[in-house]
């Protein structure tokens, strides 16, 4: 192994701040080599278009394939649901909070989003689901990193935005946070919070320093949570929610889907043992599927049948 590793990452600030968490995690090793954090621009950070389903790993991927980096470090939540056979996800570190949050305009204490509200998100997940809590509510579209959303809250343009909490909390902005949103309600994404570290298959010295701060629980909530999107075939269209939820070695698996007025769902929920997760993930997505949620997430009259 070289006396120094080169480890990929988004440029914006909260990628950054994610890998210098892996980074120091890694450094704690014993005998670990020096890194190097290499930034690398994505197609889905150069193209914003909206409604486009945006990719946050394929120029990362090719440079771990080709050399140029060692490591890569990603949000789990932006992998696609099947990995190239050349990569391995090597470690999922800690998780942190997995919920999103709501930022309003002006914060004070016990402060409320006013009735017909413009709220900020390019989540159509989001989007259904503040529709499904307040019916009055204005959606709008808001792209960009997390900075930028806060400062479009900040200036006026909207008057609240929904972000993750982990994200907020890696930036040391929490303080911010006007509400944490219940998951009764609000079901993230799956593997919302989860930090994700790639290396090349055919490097098993990378993957064993890696896989020194694995969490094979957290692993197991997000291969569960990621098989549910495999299993309807999901991209970041669908108004998909999935969130696996450990309690020593069994983890309760809750997931749904949304039409994109938040008017209708469908949803489930399941046990299964940890080492099972993928299994587990299968089940709830092909149940899912069985009550029509793909054609709810088009909008569409769902032809299973509605629990």
Known sequence: MRARLRVGTRGSPLARAQTSIVVASLSRRRAAPRFEIV?????????????????????????????????????????PSTLDPRLTLAACPDRADPRDALVLRGRRPRSRLARGGRVGSSSPRRRAQLLRWRRDLDVVEIRGN?????????????????????GLARLGRSAEIARILPTRGFLPAPAQGALAVLTRTDAPELRRLVGGIDRPIVRACVLAERQVADTLRADCRMPLAALATPRRNVLTLRAEVLDPSGRTSVRYRAQGSAARAVDLGREVGAHLLGQGAQELARGEEPSGSLP
């Open 39 to 79: 930034p690398i621009v994505p197609s889905g950070d150069r193209a914003l278009r909206s409604g486009a389903s945006p990719d946050f790993t394929d120029a990362l991927d090719r440079a771990l394939l080709d050399g140029r980096i060692d490591l890569a470090v990603h949000s789990a939540k932006d992998l």
């Open 146 to 166: 997390v900075g930028r959303r806060l400062d479009l809250v900040g200036r006026g343009d909207v008057d609240a935005a929904v972000l993750a909490v982990a």
